[in-house]
């Protein structure tokens, strides 16, 4: 069955970096769209990022465009996200998920920023 097991979260100071990671099983990997979406604590889900399947075009909220970078990595089933000059704002459970509409969500990893 479809798993997406998300990876890499932890507590950074403003202004530093983590990565997330997300292995991706039980489906053909290339055939989808991916993206990472984030849910801080009380607010709903927030869309982050979206790449396309073969990584060739990539799409950021304005709320981290310029800070977070999205790659995958089709060999290993792997979808990533670079968070670099995090702010506390950016504390949030991140989950990966797949497609569009979206139809597959992992269990999410917590990124918490501390000022």
């Known amino acids: 069955q479809v798993q997406l097991v998300e990876s890499g979260g932890g507590l950074v100071q403003t202004g530093g970096a983590l990565r997330a990671t997300c292995a991706a099983q039980?489906?053909?990997?290339?055939?989808?769209?991916m993206n990472w979406v984030r849910q801080a604590p009380g607010k709903g889900p927030e869309w982050v990022s979206k790449i396309k399947f073969d990584g060739g075009t990539t799409w950021y909220s304005d709320s981290v465009k310029g800070r977070f970078t999205v790659s995958r990595d089709n060999a290993k089933n792997t979808l990533y996200l670079e968070m670099n000059s995090l702010k506390p704002e950016d504390t949030a459970l991140y989950y990966c998920?797949?497609?569009?509409?979206?139809?597959?969500w992992g269990q999410g990893t917590q990124v918490t920023v501390s000022s």
């Open positions: 039980g489906f053909t990997y290339t055939a989808y769209c």
């Open positions: 998920a797949r497609g569009r509409p979206i139809d597959y």
